[in-house]
């Protein structure tokens, strides 16, 4: 069955580095997520990516994070200066179309010390 | 915010059926309703959707009331890897909708020897 990956699966950075978090959606996929989940809190949406574009984000989604899918296959967040409150999961997701149900990696723990 | 109600926890015997309830009273007429699960911090894990007619797939089956404000989530024969949070989604299905969802608590789901 394929599969989202997202690599690392455990990043540890200090306060106010940039780090980059990958993702491989699904290959004939078209429609791209990021999700965060703090933990012991809710799943939140990030942000939707369609047709090399953000089509959608959230109130979380500042100027502080950016998505790029850089050659086709990759899909990333890049969270610049990283604050201890970053600390959290996160997901990346794809789907072939937005009414249907998408596939979740299973995630990257990022944790800011 | 999430627009559905569902109970914090739920037990059910191995080998039973799980019946998740989730209380959607405000839904719109081009809202869907999703259901997904989490499973010890992994991704959430796509399992079924419908607007309103009821919906079987190989791993579970959807129930919604005719006045859409409430459905039901049945897996048929309950295992112990069933254990997770299951979380009911409502959200539109139309051309300007990119997919996101917005999770609320979901229902604990201990399914027990």
């Known amino acids: 069955e394929p599969e989202v990956t997202q690599t690392p699966s455990h990043q540890v950075t200090q306060m106010g580095q940039e780090v980059i978090l990958r993702c491989v959606p699904i290959s004939n996929h078209l429609y791209f997520y990021w999700y965060r989940q703090i933990l012991g809190q809710k799943v939140e949406f990030l942000v939707s990516f369609y047709n090399n574009e953000i089509s959608e984000k959230s109130e979380i989604f500042d100027d502080q994070f950016s998505v790029e899918r850089p050659d086709g296959s990759n899909f990333t967040l890049k969270i610049r200066s990283t604050k201890l409150e970053d600390s959290a999961m996160y997901f990346c997701?794809?789907?072939?179309?937005?009414?249907?149900?998408?596939?979740f990696g299973s995630g990257t723990r990022l944790t800011v010390v | 915010d999430a627009k559905t109600t569902q109970p914090p926890s739920m037990d059910c015997a191995e080998g039973r059926a799980a019946n998740l309830p989730c209380n959607h009273s405000?839904?719109?007429?081009?809202?869907?309703v999703y259901w997904y699960r989490q499973i010890h911090s992994q991704g959430p894990q796509y399992i079924i959707h419908?607007?309103?007619n009821n919906e079987t797939n190989e791993m579970a089956s959807l129930i919604i009331t005719e006045d859409r404000k409430s459905s039901t989530l049945i897996l048929p024969h309950a295992t112990l890897r069933d254990t997770a949070v299951y979380y009911c989604?409502?959200?539109?299905?139309?051309?300007?909708?990119?997919?996101?969802?917005?999770f609320g608590k979901g229902t604990k789901l201990s399914v027990k020897p």
């Open positions: 405000t839904i719109s007429g081009n809202e869907y």
């Open positions: 419908g607007l309103k």
């Open positions: 989604i409502v959200r539109p299905n139309y051309g300007g909708s990119q997919g996101n969802l917005i």
């Open positions: 997701a794809s789907g072939q179309s937005p009414f249907n149900g998408y596939t």
